[in-house]
């Protein structure tokens, strides 16, 4: 089938899970009821998904408070209660940040009751995100390693052993959110895409990296304004990712001033194409999301192109976030309708 839909990743939580509308939302309950509430939500999360007619479906991340931090809370070797202030994105805002400060490890399975929680109950293709390592090590202090690239690789083995054991679990699709891949271009091609082979190796299922220009947050709205009328950061890093082994790009185009001819660089992967813009509360007719994907068939095989959201939409409403489901289910359809 051409054109099958997926998502970034996240979904808003419901109210009773998380504080709704923001991120970092602090959770609800404690213990053995966050627990149930968590499993909660991935089920419907799923369903919200499948009944949009989305083909390859997440949990959510309805499990995680943040898509970095849901990762670094199981990992040993980091200080959680000591946070310190630390410039992210090349300072395009402040967050307060753990710090790494001895040798890392995981403590032990991270995402595992999610994710089979979400392979039991669908049978759509199930894909689980994780954060990338350059992400990763732009969002924490370094108090032990002292080189951001070692780092960065401890931090992509620790991926790559999650990882492994996503796929036991029946996880069909692993993606890296990449959004730091769009601030440090050159170190994309000098280290980046190592550390990202690292946390793919011994994979078979299908793999990807997700890059974007952030969540719609004021921070990244005004980052956005800042960089003209021609967005081209994907220029400089697409090239590498061709030659790359990661075989799916989630790319940002909605409403967004990315050239579209720069997909063209991306020869031989799929394309996970933003149609969706998460930035704004107004709904996407089919028609837009048609129009999406037509302009990039101008560029990329048309069986290359799988129809998602610009980013996660965590920090939406939930019913605009649902509806806009529905719009890039019904785009793709259209777009079926015309060119299968
Ligand atoms: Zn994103």
């Not at 040798?103 to 595992?112: D, I, P, Q, S």
């Not at 069986?303 to 785009?331: H, Q, V, W, Y």
């Amino acid at each position: 089938m051409l054109f099958e839909t997926t998502i970034a990743g996240s979904l808003p939580k419901p109210a009773w899970l998380a504080e709704p509308n923001k991120l970092w939302a602090p959770w609800k309950s404690s213990g053995a009821a966050l627990l149930d509430a968590k499993r909660d939500a991935t089920v419907l999360a799923l369903k919200e998904q499948e009944d949009a007619g989305i083909d390859i479906v997440t949990e959510g991340e309805q499990s995680r408070q943040h898509f970095v931090h849901g990762f670094l809370e199981n990992v040993a070797g980091i200080d959680f209660a000591n946070k310190v202030e630390m410039g992210i994105r090349n300072d395009r805002y402040k967050a307060m940040v753990p710090q790494v400060t001895g040798e890392l490890k995981l403590k032990g399975r991270v995402h595992e009751y999610e994710a089979r929680i979400a392979r039991a109950h669908t049978k759509r293709k199930l894909k689980f995100t994780m954060p990338g390592p350059m992400t990763i090590i732009d969002t924490i202090a370094d108090r032990h390693y002292g080189d951001r690239v070692k780092m960065a690789m401890a931090f992509a083995k620790l991926l790559n052993q999650e990882a492994r054991a996503l796929e036991a679990d029946g996880v069909d699709v692993i993606q890296f959110d990449e959004p730091a891949f769009n601030v440090y271009m050159d170190e994309v091609t000098q280290w980046g895409i190592d550390a990202l082979h690292v946390a793919v190796g011994g994979l078979s299922c299908t793999t990807a990296v997700h890059i974007c220009y952030g969540y719609g947050i004021e921070a990244n709205v005004a980052w956005k304004q800042t960089l003209g009328d021609e967005w081209r950061q994907y220029q400089d890093i697409f090239p590498a990712l061709a030659k790359s082994r990661i075989q799916q790009v989630s790319l940002e185009a909605r409403n967004s001033k990315v050239p579209m001819d720069l997909i063209g660089l991306l020869e031989g992967k799929d394309i996970l194409l933003g149609t969706i813009d998460v930035a704004t509360d107004q709904i996407e007719m089919p028609e837009e999301v048609c129009a999406v994907i037509e302009q990039a068939m101008r560029y990329v095989p048309k069986d290359r192109i799988f129809p998602g959201t610009n980013c996660g939409m965590a920090p939406m409403k939930r019913e605009i976030a649902f509806a806009k489901l529905a719009a890039l289910s019904k785009g793709a359809a259209l777009a079926r309708e015309r060119y299968s």
